[in-house]
C-alpha cells in the first residue's frame, strides 16, 4: 500500500479513507500517484455528470482515452461499440471496476485517418 501513502500527499484524509478500500490492488500497480488521484476526482464528480470521458492526444493518430462512470451490464461493450463505430482502433485498454462501482477504463486508441481529434470528439457526444 505504498502507493496509498503516496496518495496521502496529495488528497486529504477524509477522501483517502473513503476510497482506499475500494481500490483493487491491480488498478493501484497501474498507475502512477498523480493518476490515482485525478481518477478519484473523476470519480467524486460522477454525481454531477453520469459519464466523463477525457484525453489525451500522444501522436498524431494516438490518444489515451479515460471513462469514468458507474459500472453496469454491457458497459465495456457500450463503450468499446462506441469506439469502434467513431473508427478507433483500441491499441490497449486497462479496465478497472472499484468496490463501491466505480468503473475507470484507460483506452489507448489510434485513427489511421490522422483525424484523432475529431473522432474523439465524435466519441464524447455518444
Known sequence: ?????RLQESLPPEIISEYED???D???SCYAAEE???HIEMARSLGKQSL???WKVEKETQAKV???TRDRYGLFSKITGSMFLNR??????????WGNGVALDT???EDSTKEIERRLLQLKRI
Open 36 to 38: 490515482i488521484t485525478h
Open 22 to 24: 475500494h481500490l483493487p
Open 52 to 54: 466523463l470521458v477525457e
Open 26 to 28: 491491480r488498478y493501484l
Open 88 to 97: 478507433l482502433n483500441i491499441l490497449e485498454a486497462q479496465i478497472h471496476t
Open 66 to 68: 479515460t471513462v469514468c
Open 1 to 5: 500500500m505504498d502507493r496509498i501513502k
Open 107 to 109: 483506452f489507448w486508441v
